[in-house]
């Protein structure tokens, strides 16, 4: 090789590099919840997450008890104890996730001062999960925030004046620094949720929205972030014929923590009829299938949608949609999408059980081939059975991860296995190891 190619070479390549550095970091290896719940704002107060895991567990009683859902959602019977004494625990201390507050379709069309109201209203009881969490005083979810109206003319200053309102009311009278809770008035867990977002242009907007908010409240730059609703065709496929999805995350400079799929908008925006309207029509799976791919590697997590099938029927309705909802939650998280929604409480005693059943159910497997691929055996000579590389082994970690963080499984059951969770940690999320070690 010449003498300085490699020095070229890092000229030629030193803008790859910070674009690779920059859009790409890898997923940071934080919390993503299983679910989010939407509520109407106005329906919301701080004793909701209670009232939904009591629902629920009521609900599971009425059936027979949570192992009648297991066996419904395809449980092992040997399996099924272990399972529902989680979920039975999950019920009771953290029913709901990641519970959104919405004032958009589910809330539709108020007058402003009504509405003005709830927004202030919504920003208290966020502020209330963030006390009762911190203080333990009440089951509270770990991700709160609100869905406002989109930036589409009809509803763009609705939507701002809302978030204006919740934001300002939130820092300002939310009591979370006070409280000691957050240094900077807002919860670790605050979600802003963008519907509608069909243009690049809108992303902007929405990004020099969060900027004025930080400038106006005292803000640290960067502190606001937002996920995106993936509702309309042109997210897909845009008027130059590209997917503009890649573009939004670059004008997003960092902001957008997720991507949604929402079932129904984008289904009826195709044209589809209502009746076959579902999370695993072709056109939702295209469509999904496209935003795994925009986000892969940028950070940004994606969430499935809801079914609006919900158990509340007789007891042979219950039993089917149940089941339904299972196996859609199921076949999600087989193609790797771990975030759905949720829209009533009888919905999360198949939520959870599926969810825990899913990443124990291999967990045996995982441990004992990240212990193989930790031994470094020597390929061809001295190889456990399955030969993992490095990706299959970082995707085996995430799986292990994902589990602990949910609840599914437990520290001293990776230290059984012979694991070192802060180890599966760093195989899991290596990018984000080497960063914290640096730090």
């Known amino acids: 090789m010449p003498e300085g190619f490699l020095a070229r070479a890092d000229l030629l390549l030193a803008g790859t590099d910070a674009d690779l550095a920059r859009f ?15 509520v109407p704002a106005d329906l919301v107060t701080q004793g909701t997450p209670a009232q939904w895991g009591a629902a629920a567990a009521s609900a599971a009683e009425e059936a027979g008890g949570l192992a009648a859902l297991a066996e419904l959602a395809g449980i092992d019977a040997a399996d099924a104890p272990d399972l529902v004494a989680r979920v039975r625990e999950k019920l009771r201390t953290e029913p709901v996730e990641d519970l959104r507050l919405d004032l ?8 402003d001062a009504e509405e003005d109201a709830d927004a202030v209203a ?3 009881t966020v502020a209330a999960f963030a006390r009762n969490r911190a203080s333990g005083a009440a089951a509270a979810p770990a991700f709160a925030g609100i869905r406002f109206k989109c930036l589409e003319a009809p509803t763009r200053a609705r939507g701002l004046r809302t978030l204006d309102l919740f934001l300002s009311t939130l820092v300002r009278e939310g009591g979370l620094k006070d409280a000691g809770v957050s240094a900077d008035g807002l919860p670790a867990g605050l979600v802003l949720t963008l519907p509608k977002v069909s243009t690049v242009e809108q992303v902007h907007v929405m990004v020099e929205a969060c900027a004025a908010f930080e400038e106006a409240l005292g803000l640290p730059a960067g502190r606001l972030r ?13 008027l130059d014929g590209t997917c503009p999805i890649p573009a939004m995350l670059r004008a997003a400079e960092g902001r957008v923590s997720a991507l949604h799929y929402g079932t129904y908008d984008y289904s009826a925006s195709l044209g589809i009829s209502g009746q076959f309207q579902s999370l695993e029509h072709p056109a939702a799976d295209h469509a999904k299938n496209v935003m795994q791919v925009a986000v892969a590697g940028t950070g940004v997590r994606l969430s499935d949608g809801s079914t609006n099938r919900l158990p509340v029927g007789d007891a042979t309705q219950r039993r089917d949609t149940w089941r339904l909802h299972s196996r859609l939650v199921r076949r999600s998280l087989e193609r790797g999408i771990y975030q759905g929604w949720d829209l009533h409480a009888h919905q999360l005693p198949t939520r959870f059980l599926t969810n825990y059943a899913f990443y124990r159910g291999a967990f045996d497997d995982a441990a004992r081939r990240l212990v193989a691929y930790a031994g470094r055996s020597v390929p061809g000579i001295e190889a456990a059975d399955v030969a993992d590389e490095p990706a299959t082994a970082r995707a085996l970690a995430r799986y292990v991860v994902r589990g602990l963080l949910c609840g599914a499984v437990s520290e001293d059951e990776l230290h059984a296995a012979g694991l070192d969770p802060q180890t599966v940690r760093s195989v899991a999320n290596p990018g984000v190891a080497a960063s914290s070690a640096s730090a």
């Open 24 to 38: 790409y970091p890898g997923d940071a290896g934080t919390r993503q919840p299983v679910h989010t719940c939407y």
């Open 122 to 124: 919504a920003a208290r």
């Open 104 to 111: 958009e379709d589910g809330y539709g069309e108020r007058p």
């Open 226 to 238: 937002f996920e995106i609703q993936m509702e309309t065709a042109p997210m897909i496929l845009g």
